[in-house]
C-alpha cells in the first residue's frame, strides 16, 4: 500500500472512530442505574413518622439489608417524637429547615436548625427528636438497612393513635 492509500485509510477509520462515539454514548444506560428527576417521585403516606408525613423510597427495601435512599416531606409545625434508629443514619436537607436534637428528652431549645443543604449523620441508636417550623422540609436519607424507627416513649409512636 503506498503512503496516499495509508493516510486515507487512517483518516477515514479515524473520521469513523469520531462519527460513531456520540452514537455508543446514546447506548442505554447500564443495569443497576438509577434516574430520577422530582416529578416522578412518588410520595405515600408515612404513618410511622407522624400525621400528614409523606415519603419517597428513591432506591432500596427499607426492610432488607441493602443500601436505601428515601426522602421525607414533613409538613409545616410537625414533630418526631424522641426515637432512635437501628442504623447509621445520613440525613440532608433538600428544602425548608429541619430541626434536630440530640437526647431522650424533647428539648426544642437545644436543637439545631438544618437549612436546606444541611448535613447531619446518626450513629446506631443515638436518641433524637426532629421538627419543623412554619415552612416545613424535605430531608433525604441513606444509609444501609434494615431501617426503622423506634420511639423511645410507646405512646408518642403515631403508629398507636
Known sequence: MNAAKAITASTVLALGALIAAPALAAEPVMEGHVS?????????????????????????????????????????NSKIATHTHPIF?????????FHLGIGETFEPAKARAYPAGGVTMMPTGMPMFAF????????????TGPWGINYLNPAEDPRKK
Do not use: C, N
Not at 417521585?41 to 410511622?48: G, H, L, N, S, Y
Not at 426492610?63 to 416531606?73: C, G, L, M, N, Y
Not at 443514619?89 to 429547615?97: A, I, K, N, Q
Open 36 to 76: 430520577i428527576i422530582p416529578s416522578e417521585v412518588k410520595w405515600v403516606d408515612a404513618p410511622a413518622i407522624g400525621p400528614g408525613v409523606k415519603m419517597a423510597v428513591l432506591e432500596g427495601d427499607l426492610k432488607e439489608a441493602v443500601p436505601f435512599t428515601f426522602r421525607i416531606k414533613l409538613p409545616p
Open 89 to 97: 443514619e445520613r440525613v440532608t436537607v433538600l428544602s425548608g429547615t
Open 132 to 143: 419543623t417550623g412554619d415552612d416545613g422540609a424535605i430531608i433525604q436519607i441513606h444509609g
